[in-house]
């Protein structure tokens, strides 16, 4: 009788990450697009600004969304093409009122803005447009890539989709010069 609970439990955990990722692949949006011999990225984390990220920032909780973009090819081992890192991060300070946003790409501050716009925070934490990923001269014609997506949220309290601190998300593409 134990061991028919045991495998019952492992098979209901594994029913519940599985429904997980199919959550994950649906609240990741992403388009790949060869511009200007580069393989850029657009993507928008459609759920992850939910009542947690309100809260956190709302608080006054330095909040940060961290973005590893990863191009790669299927293969028995997945080798990665290019990497690039992605954080943005709105610190929101309750007496003015304001958000102080910025986004930094492998470690360089590549923008920052100050606004009172709810909206325009939301879109600047869960929406990246034209992220230049790599130069189109590694890529092999007419081979299959894919971009693989992670997404975290700090602080550890606030969640995306409401279950996790994380998630992944991938797009399959045919690199054709």
């Known amino acids: 009788m134990r061991v028919l609970i045991q495998r019952t439990a492992v098979w209901c955990l594994l029913l519940l990450l599985a429904a997980a990722t199919v959550l994950a692949q649906d609240a990741l949006r992403i388009s790949t697009l060869n511009y200007n011999n580069r393989v850029v990225v657009s993507f928008e984390l459609t759920d992850a600004y939910d009542e947690a990220v309100r809260d956190a920032i709302a608080s006054g909780l330095r909040t940060t969304f961290t973005y ?34 910025s986004r930094t790409i492998d470690g360089r501050v590549e923008e920052a803005s100050v606004t009172e716009d709810e909206a325009v925070v939301r879109r600047w934490l869960t929406t990246l447009t034209r992220m230049p990923l790599c130069r189109t001269a590694k890529l092999d014609p007419s081979r299959d890539y894919y971009v693989r997506i992670r997404a975290r949220v700090r602080p550890r309290g606030a969640s995306m989709l409401g279950w996790a601190s994380g998630i992944t998300g991938m797009a399959k593409f045919t690199f054709i010069p």
């Open 68 to 101: 590893t973009l990863e191009l790669r090819t299927p293969a028995w081992i997945d080798r990665t093409i290019g990497t690039t890192i992605v954080t943005v991060t709105d610190q929101y300070d309750n007496l003015t009122r304001r958000h102080s946003l």
